[in-house]
């Protein structure tokens, strides 16, 4: 619940786009940009989920599997780069690229994963020798046509991090000192004929897995995706596991012993956040606040369909806004506009008219000073429902379509100057 509310309507006019037979009918109000305050994850909760991972386990996996591991909190030292195995289909390359843009939607722009070169694919299984054809500091990703070796039979995913352990004299154990590299596989055939959320969800959770969240937290973390890998992830992780990626990242060291972590070694923690929020139709999308980090987010009902099997032709365009934070925290706003090739799965996601305002004030109709040169453009491709950006000025450009007969877009901008969510009307 949103507590001292602002609220204000951009008055900017929308141009509606006729792609596809539309008729450009009935034009909807521009959405307002609220500023208020939320919850926010408390530093108790958060080491209360990392003794999870850092306990070394056991744990279950179903009624008669379980598994463990050397103790210890342990992250890469530096963002790792995610790679795709070779022969990667269209649909399973956009669920990838979905998915990792909602790990780094958690994080700071610095510590985003990066997204390398496709990888050589059938290397990813062989973690009982260490994933010795992984380079230091990459994840492969690899969907095959079966299962999981290795895993709980019947595994339609597993993540396989590589890790490197010393025996510490005094604890009398092995602990884990550095996480070297990693591999999620996913099961092809178990996949292809499901919802796109779910293979999203998952492999975000072996994602995770992989970054080093071992294990699961257990029923008092039901909210976490860790716990529960099959609820659908929209345009964002659990407050939680976004809370929990930023003490991993941000806050300790690049491993941590069990009896190391509390609630001190998070440092100051704010267990509340600041948001630019707005609606438009059935999307939700905005920027919150919190522990000098700005987590994009967008939120609304899936199509049916993908994309490419809407009924829709030709070049179909979504327009509406985009409201941000900079590393200051003024506000930026601006409008949006999102046009697709149906023949071709290519478009464009163009801002325009970006404004900047004063720390956390409420943008207005008129004011405001050109943030930039007051534009910014980039090349996407779509796959299935999702959009993410290949080109054009610097930052990063990711989203997902929404409604019924994808009647909305939404979707974030992230850069080193400009954290931004957007929403456009077809």
């Not at 996949?191 to 992989?210: K, N, T």
């Amino acid at each position: 619940m949103f507590k001292k509310v602002l609220s204000v309507s951009l008055t900017a006019i929308l141009l509606f786009g006729c792609g596809g037979g539309g008729s450009g009918k009935n034009p909807q109000q521009p959405p307002p940009a609220r500023i208020g305050s939320s919850n926010h994850v408390s530093a108790v909760r958060v080491v209360e989920f990392l003794r999870s991972p850092a306990s070394g386990g056991p744990w279950q996996s179903g009624p008669d599997y379980s598994w463990s591991h050397d103790p210890g909190l342990v992250r890469f030292s530096t963002p790792p780069t995610v790679r795709f195995a070779t022969g990667i289909s269209e649909r399973e390359r956009a669920i990838s690229t979905y998915a990792i843009a909602l790990v780094n939607r958690a994080l700071p722009y610095e510590q985003h994963l990066q997204l390398g070169q496709d990888a050589p694919a059938g290397v990813a299984w062989n973690s009982e020798d260490g994933l010795p054809d992984i380079p230091d500091g990459q994840i492969f990703i690899e969907f095959i046509d079966g299962y999981p070796r290795g895993g709980r039979p019947g595994s339609e995913a597993l993540a396989r991090p590589a890790t490197i352990s010393e025996y510490d004299a005094q604890q009398e154990r092995w602990e884990i000192k550095r996480r070297r590299a990693g591999a999620v596989e996913m099961s092809s055939p178990f996949f292809r004929g499901r919802p796109d959320w779910q293979a999203v969800s998952v492999l975000v959770h072996e994602l995770l897995h992989v970054l080093g969240f071992a294990g699961h937290p257990g029923k008092d973390f039901a909210d976490s995706i860790m716990e529960n890998a099959w609820f659908r992830l929209d345009g964002s992780l659990p407050d939680i596991d976004v809370a929990a990626l930023q003490a991993l990242f941000l806050r300790l060291q690049e491993e941590t012993e069990p009896e190391e972590l509390s609630i001190q070694s998070l440092g100051a923690w704010d267990d509340e956040s600041t948001d630019i929020t707005s609606v438009l139709g059935p999307v939700a999308f905005g920027v919150r606040h919190a522990n000098d980090v700005s987590v994009p987010f967008t939120a609304g009902p899936e199509p049916s369909t993908p994309l490419a099997e809407s009924g829709l032709s030709g070049i179909v365009t979504w327009r509406g806004q985009l409201f941000g934070l900079t590393p200051e925290l003024r506000t930026v706003a601006g409008d949006a506009a999102v046009g697709v090739n149906l023949s071709t799965m290519l478009g464009t996601a163009n801002f325009a008219n970006l404004r900047s305002f004063s720390v956390l004030s409420v943008p207005t109709v008129e004011g405001g000073t050109m943030w930039g040169d007051g534009t910014l453009d980039y090349d996407i491709r779509v796959g299935s429902n999702y959009l993410y950006s290949t080109g054009g000025d610097a930052g990063v450009v990711s989203g997902s379509f929404y409604g019924e007969n994808h009647g909305y877009v939404g979707g974030t901008v992230e850069r080193s100057d400009l954290t931004a969510a957007f929403s456009g009307v077809r």
